[in-house]
């Protein structure tokens, strides 16, 4: 093999188990009316542990660098696309509800996770425990919108401050990632320890985000109208893609995660910027609809790669049961702290702190740069901490849909009851 070869045959033969068990774990989750995400997670963790029944083969294929590549480039296009479905105006517009539910629903999990990982992990780094309190923050806002849409109350006052809280929550989510790594990497270089240090990197990822979404807004239909003299096919999904990796490398470059940088992209972009090239396409298709081929194919191989990551025998590992559990509470109870953020009169607290509970997708996002970020030569998610965490997210998104619906509908049939 010559260097810097890459063997094919392994990675083609992990990218069919991948697509395949991804795609039957998603329609059967899919077909319970449960969120895909969880399918493709327990096809990965079924995959990963084969060996439990003496199936060794696939184990090297959790490990491939060039899977992982696809896997990391997945997860950009998921924030991406993320920031494509946000409204800049819309999150402004919500109010201060909306806010102040983000706000409560980012520190109050984030401490209660930070004192649990600290009670089960005293050895691990003060760090590395907060980082675990991180995972906790952001709420997942595919799942809860699908089930208030799907009840018809996505416009509901309910609705309205869930959905705009939980977009606010993922933005302060990231800028606490963004904290987090800046601060390990300042443990690993040697640097004491500094408020002002802590002031410095919440101010370098606010100007960055602030920053790359007004520049964004400024140079995004300058760019799109000049590629619109152009002629060919494919051109928008092409701009729209060198758009998102050139802000994600912003993002690495500043020091934060590229993940950052691509939802900035996204929320930047506006149907009116391309507007032109969009003319171009002869189906007159959005960003939303051109890349979904693109997110049907590489956003799974990173679910399922997260759960192939899943060492089930971590999970009988003496405290590592107690912890997920413990974990798993916390980080319900921690989003009911957001209730108290509802500032308006006769809006249901409860229903809003259930629809915050669930972590999907930007949960395992932080567990999986965890388990890649070191502090003083250990891993900030160590592998029984990382089952735990995926136990935590896979039940929390399990729990909401069932949980918000047995609210919306009493509060419903209460209401129904009062006015006859």
Known sequence: MTPGHVELGP???????????????????????????LGELLAGVLLGNLGLVGVHWLEGFRELPAVDVLAQIGVILLLFRVGLESDVKKMMAVGASAFLVAVLGVIAPMVLGFFVTRAFFPAQHLLANWFV????????????????????????????IVLGAAVIDDVLGLIVLAVMSGLLAAVNEGRAFAPISLLWIVGKSLVFLVGAVVLGEWLSPRFFH???????????????????FALS????????????????????????????????????R????????????????????????????????????????????VAILGKQACSL??????????????GMIPRGEVGLIFASIGATLMVNGQAVITPQIYSAV??????????TPPLLVWRLRGASTRQGALNK
């Open 11 to 37: 990675v083609l033969a992990a990218l069919v188990l991948i697509l395949i068990g991804g795609r039957l774990g998603g329609l059967l989750f899919e077909r319970f009316g449960q969120s895909a995400v």
């Open 133 to 160: 309190g991180a995972t906790l923050c952001a709420t997942s806002v595919g799942i809860t919108a699908r089930v208030f849409g799907d009840l018809g109350r996505a416009t509901s006052t309910e609705g309205r």
């Open 226 to 244: 000049f590629v619109a003299r152009l002629r060919g096919e494919g051109l928008l999904l092409t701009c729209a893609l060198v758009f998102c």
């Open 249 to 284: 490398l912003l993002a690495a470059l500043a020091g934060s995660a590229p993940i950052v940088g691509a939802f900035a992209a996204g929320l930047v972009l506006d149907p009116s910027h391309y507007r032109e090239l969009r003319a171009h396409d002869p189906q007159h």
């Open 286 to 329: 959005g960003l939303e609809e051109l890349t979904d081929s693109l997110a049907a194919f590489l956003v799974p191989i990173f679910f399922v790669l997260m759960g192939m990551r899943v060492d089930l025998h971590t999970l009988a590992a003496p405290g590592v049961p107690a912890f997920a559990a413990v974990l798993t509470l």
């Open 341 to 354: 953020g509802v500032l308006e009169r006769g809006a249901d607290r409860l229903a809003v702190g259930l």
């Open 390 to 399: 995926v136990v935590m997210v896979g039940l929390t998104t399990l729990l």
